[in-house]
Nanobody, 123 residues
């Protein structure tokens, strides 16, 4: 059962920007922990931004300084502003969440997932 819905993916040229959104469905539980992940076929999933309700975020080194995660805590919506995109950022991007605050920085524990949105960056 999909409880998170991502949008905002697309195709851009290198150096461009995209903003992803993640909106919970009506039956989604409260999820204080929310994050963004990405995966390229044949490679392991990479956690790129893990957030808490307290405006703190853990970024992967590969995106730090270029990507910014933000949240609307009143609506439990998660965003990912991606700037200076590179071809190696091409991947399926997933939003995920966890209901327990203690797991916010433990991406491997996230157990609520969206279906993903594709981002393609051309050189």
């Amino acid at each position: 059962e999909v409880q998170l819905v991502e949008s905002g993916g697309g195709s851009v040229q290198a150096g461009g920007s995209l903003k992803l959104s993640c909106v919970p469905t009506e039956d989604a539980p409260s999820t204080p922990c929310m994050g963004w992940f990405r995966q390229v076929p044949g490679k392991e999933r990479e956690e790129i931004a893990l957030t808490t309700p307290y405006s703190s975020t853990k970024y992967a080194d590969s995106v730090d300084g270029r990507f910014t995660a933000s949240r609307d805590n009143t609506k439990n919506i998660l965003y990912l502003q991606m700037n200076n995109l590179k071809p190696e950022d091409t991947a399926m991007y997933y939003c995920a969440a966890h209901s327990h605050l203690r797991y916010c920085y433990s991406g491997a524990s996230y157990n609520i997932w969206g279906q993903g949105t594709q981002v393609t960056v051309s050189s």
